[in-house]
């Protein structure tokens, strides 16, 4: 009887490693193993928020504030503009008061360049040009926590406005 039992438990156990094993690796394949063809289009944002160290959660912009373009021979556009920039008094963008201006430069954010898709899962894109200069010819690595063929959820370990930011985009069609 004991022979039988210790033989059942060790079946068990081989089974129950087997497919932890296949699921650790199912995983890690998911995240490292990213097809650059489903990147490629255009995505609207549906949410972006930011963790501060302290633990305090901000959404940066929300539905519809931006989109990026990813296309197939490595370039990309992202912007994000919030909704609620207020109207520049005077019309014209060149004679914004002091604070109208600081409004517009800290509700927005574009870039473009060139951009990689990594074998461990994370996006390099190089900034040729960005409304926030300090970007102009830096590398910015983006994790991707989850592509499908309509949601892409990013997360940036270090945004422009310190702390970490989370991202989630859908797919325009």
Not at 85 to 108: C, F, H, L, W, Y
């Amino acid at each position: 009887m004991n022979r039988i039992k210790m033989l059942s438990i060790t079946t068990m156990a081989i089974v129950y490693v087997g497919i932890a094993l296949t699921m650790t690796d199912a995983m890690a394949q998911g995240l490292s193993k990213i097809d650059k063809t489903k990147l490629v289009g255009s995505w609207a944002l549906v949410s972006a928020n930011v963790t501060y160290p302290d633990g305090k959660t901000v959404q940066t912009f929300g539905p519809n504030d931006g989109f990026v373009v990813f296309e197939a021979n490595g370039r990309f556009v992202q912007a994000l503009l919030r909704s609620d920039i207020p109207k520049i008094a005077s019309n014209n963008r060149n004679t914004g008061s002091p604070d109208e201006n600081k409004a517009v430069v800290q509700g927005s954010l574009v870039f473009f360049g060139t951009y990689t898709v990594n074998e461990d899962g994370s996006i390099t894109r190089r900034a040729e040009r960005s409304t926030f200069s300090n970007l102009n010819g830096t590398d910015r690595d983006t994790i991707i926590t989850s592509l499908t063929a309509d949601e892409l959820k990013l997360r940036d370990p270090a945004p422009t406005i310190g702390g970490a930011a989370e991202q989630v985009w859908k797919r325009i069609r």
